[in-house]
């Protein structure tokens, strides 16, 4: 049993560098949010003849700035969707680690027991520590792609009929995360690789 928790710490080494990639993301996803927020805010201005003043004798002006500021948030949501595909693969990850991790203790060459997977040698985690992990991890960070991708939906919707305040809860649901405790993620982590912490 020993050294099926060693290969469970080498999955959740894999998964940390893959959360590290997450928070890589997630500060590229919030640029992005942010800079489609600013446009979004900015076509109200611009579909507004009033703010053109002297500029208003320019023929089509209207027109070609209002244009220009489109494909700009179109570039942007290309990119934000890049983004959220990259999102998409870790969660994959995350999946077939839990996947693998099942594996490691019904297909081995032994099979674990209830009683087995309990089993806790000192202050390394059970088996059953080490499932659950996965198992959190990936329903954590499977739960906030799913949130981002409604998210990301919405802000497409909000370029047609921009709102300042929905705009705001939208940034603050992508910050906040709300589906990756950061605690939760830290206490599993700890667990996980208690002899390495003392």
């Not at 800079?35 to 023929?59: E, F, H, P, T």
């Not at 991790?101 to 081995?108: A, C, I, P, T, W």
């Not at 329903?139 to 981002?148: N, Q, T």
Request: aromatic share 6%; charged share 25%.
């Amino acid at each position: 049993m020993e050294g099926l928790v060693k290969k469970y710490q080498q999955k959740f080494r894999k998964v940390k560098e893959e959360m590290r990639q997450w928070d890589e993301l997630q500060s590229r996803l919030l640029s992005q949010f942010r800079n489609a927020s600013s446009i979004i805010d900015r076509l109200q201005v611009i579909r507004n003849a009033k703010y053109y003043g002297s500029l208003k004798c320019i023929d089509g002006i209207e027109d070609a700035v209002l244009r220009k500021q489109m494909e700009a948030l179109e570039n942007i949501l290309l990119a934000v969707n890049k983004t959220l595909e990259e999102f998409h693969g870790i969660v994959l990850f995350l999946e077939k680690n839990l996947r693998d991790g099942r594996q490691l203790v019904k297909g081995g060459s032994i099979q674990a027991t209830p009683k087995q997977l309990k089993q806790q040698i000192g202050i390394k985690p059970s088996l059953a520590d080490c499932l659950d992990g996965l198992s959190n991890l990936y329903e954590m960070h499977h739960s906030e792609y799913l949130l981002k991708l409604s998210i990301i939906s919405k802000l497409s919707v909000l370029a047609l009929k921009p709102s300042a305040s929905d705009l705001g809860a939208l940034w603050q649901l992508l910050v906040d995360q709300p589906n990756i405790p950061k605690e939760e993620v830290q206490f599993i982590l700890d667990i996980i690789f208690a002899e390495e912490i003392c």
